[in-house]
């Protein structure tokens, strides 16, 4: 059964830099093929892909995004990690992570964390 | 990368079939084989309900089907029931160093 949760910090400061994590079970991520996104919804908005990492650890990310956001993994923990830095009101979102099948859907999500942006 | 075109929202009745369209570029939906869909009730996360254009995961309804043409996917839902009301959002694979692009997303009500 593949499950999939996200944790960190519920609010965070203008300024400050986000650091998210995905543990996950059911799945390595030290096995050819598996790959684990991070995607995030603003409140009442559309869905938004942020990053992603492999099993050989090749990293991929948004574009518009690419110079604040950080992906990692820890196999031997079964995380992902996710940083963003410089974070701003327009930030607030609730951040998912989901398993990313043969590179190309979300076949797993986890429930999904909301992230306040706040002084 | 723009995201993907979605109407806002679409209506039916219970029993009745509707579609929702997803209008992309060559560079995404018309470019690859790989639009997914995704229905997401409040306050719940996405789930996977077709991939790979017209494919459904094991334990989704065959009342959901998936087609594509040209830059346009589209999501049918047939025989359309109470719990199906939810919001929907389509995504593809693009060729941009942005890998994957979602829709604006669909929200689908049971009159």
């Known amino acids: 059964q593949v499950t999939l949760k996200e944790s960190g910090p519920a609010l965070v400061k203008p300024t400050q830099t986000l650091t998210l994590t995905c543990t996950f079970s059911?799945?390595?991520?030290?096995?050819?093929?598996?790959?684990v996104s991070w995607i995030r919804q603003p409140p009442g908005k559309a869905l938004e892909w942020l990053a992603r990492?492999?099993?050989?650890?090749?990293?991929f990310y948004s574009t518009s995004l690419k110079t604040r956001l950080t992906i990692s993994k820890d196999t031997s923990k079964n995380q992902v990690v996710l940083t963003m830095t410089n974070m701003d009101p327009a930030d607030t979102a609730t951040f998912y992570c989901?398993?990313?099948?043969?590179?190309?859907?979300?076949?797993?999500w986890g429930q999904g964390t909301l992230v306040t942006v706040s002084s | 990368q723009s995201a993907l075109t979605q109407p806002a929202s679409v209506s039916g009745s219970p029993g009745q079939s509707i579609t929702i369209s997803c209008t992309g570029t060559?560079?995404?939906?018309?470019?690859?084989?790989?639009v997914s869909w995704y229905q997401q009730h409040p306050g719940k996360a996405p789930k996977l309900m077709i991939y790979?254009?017209?494919n459904r995961p094991s334990g989704v309804s065959n009342r959901f089907s998936g087609s594509k043409s040209g830059n346009t996917a589209s999501l049918t839902i047939s025989g359309l029931q109470a719990e199906d009301e939810a919001d929907y959002y389509c995504?593809?694979?693009?060729?941009?160093?942005?890998?994957?692009?979602f829709g604006t997303g669909t929200k689908v009500s049971v009159l």
């Open positions: 059911g799945f390595s991520l030290s096995t050819n093929g598996m790959r």
């Open positions: 995504s593809s694979y693009t060729s941009s160093s942005t890998r994957y692009v």
């Open positions: 989901a398993r990313t099948a043969a590179g190309t859907r979300f076949d797993y």
């Open positions: 990492i492999d099993w050989d650890d090749d990293k």
């Open positions: 790979d254009v017209s």
């Open positions: 060559s560079s995404d939906v018309g470019g690859y084989n790989y």
